[in-house]
């Protein structure tokens, strides 16, 4: 039987970063991943149009910092900043009358964050495009912005089929089993007239590009050199 890993939490200890950073006792725990994920659920809710691609959570004493990685970083802010004053407050109340910090950044190239593109591609079948031109297009616009390989795989009724099946197209190179490869992953829903179909979207990018505003806060250091092999045959000198 195959074995499936989630591709980001595969990497989490060498170039990735948790989304929630945070220490709690045991009998606090339960309630405070209860309410990071309500915060987030709120927050992908209220800024739907906003290309949200991830929300980070920091917490100390009784104040949250909530990060939001925003494709549109104008939606969010709204005009003279009215729009994050109003979400702070909303998100208050969301997180039991904490103080809320609320900081925004922009991802400069949305066409190489895997969740922001599967949402993309979700959208095109919502809207009755082909999977195939759908699917097609899209690895040729992130290929083009400079990916080493994409790969995209679409389940469901696709085309309004009667049977579920399941499509794959792959362009470049997508090593999923070395922990050292810059691979981001993203998942989405589209909501057609025949069912539900899943997106799944990885994003081989080059290693240069990895610490950037994507994952601000990953480990980007190189893993040690272990010692140089020997040639067989050869003693200890």
């Not at 208050?92 to 599967?118: C, F, H, S």
Request: with cysteine; glycine share 10%.
């Amino acid at each position: 039987m195959g074995q499936k890993v989630h591709p980001i939490g595969f990497r989490i200890p060498v170039t990735k970063d948790w989304q929630s950073r945070w220490f709690a006792r045991k009998a606090e725990f339960g309630p405070l991943l209860m309410e990071d994920l309500r915060i987030r659920d709120y927050v992908k809710a209220q800024l739907q149009q906003a290309a949200i691609s991830k929300v980070t959570i920091e917490r100390f004493a009784n104040r949250v910092r909530v990060t939001v990685f925003s494709g549109r970083p104008g939606l969010v802010i709204g005009r003279k900043g009215q729009e994050i004053e109003r979400l702070k407050g909303e998100i208050a109340k969301v997180a039991n009358g904490k103080e809320v910090y609320l900081d925004i950044r922009e991802i400069k190239t949305p066409e190489l964050d895997a969740q922001l593109v599967a949402e993309n591609v979700a959208q095109q079948l919502e809207r009755r495009i082909s999977f195939r031109r759908a699917m097609k297009r899209t690895i040729q616009t992130t290929r083009e912005m400079g990916a080493d390989g994409v790969r995209i795989r679409c389940a469901g009724r696709l085309g309004g089929a009667e049977l579920a099946r399941t499509e794959q197209y792959l362009d470049g190179k997508v090593p999923l089993q070395t922990l050292r490869a810059n691979v981001d992953y993203g998942f989405a829903e589209a909501r057609t007239m025949a069912g539900a179909i899943g997106v799944k979207v990885w994003i081989c990018k080059p290693r240069e590009m990895e610490g950037e505003q994507n994952a601000t806060d990953a480990k980007t250091r190189k893993a040690p050199k272990g010692a140089k092999r020997r040639p067989r045959g050869q003693g200890n000198s």
